[in-house]
């Protein structure tokens, strides 16, 4: 379970001060984790689960897949919360207020949706493509 801990901290690009500040625990206590000379607790496996979004069978065990499902709403929050997080507070209002703005049956949702796909298709191609 420590790999897969790792690895989760790893896919996410934080160092393990970052990732034990985003679970509300030490720098210190991520690397015995991970280097297998601490069990985390529960709390802090479901911690990891809802943080990353991870699969808590995979975390446990290592079967199944790595992420748990998500549906297309989660994903889309997901997304905006990466994209948003680099940018300043300005910034993150003023798109929040025009998003509020669009009407749910208007274009400008459309585009949005189409945007959205666009982007999530180009992640999801393999690196060989």
Known sequence: ?????????????LTQ??????????QNYVALIEGGQREPSDRTLRD???EFNVS????????GEMRAAQT?????????AG???????????????VLLRFRPDG?????????YNSVRAETE???GD
């Open 1 to 13: 379970m420590n790999a897969r801990i790792k690895e989760v901290r790893k896919a996410a690009k």
């Open 17 to 26: 001060a970052a990732f034990g500040d985003r679970l509300g625990i030490t």
């Open 48 to 50: 990891i689960c809802r």
């Open 56 to 63: 808590e069978t995979w975390l446990r065990t290592g079967a």
């Open 72 to 80: 297309r709403e989660e994903e889309l929050t997901e997304l905006v």
């Open 83 to 97: 994209l948003m997080a680099d940018r300043p507070e300005s910034f993150r209002s003023a798109l929040l207020t």
């Open 107 to 115: 274009p400008e949702w459309a585009a949005l949706e189409a945007v």
């Open 125 to 127: 191609k393999s690196p």
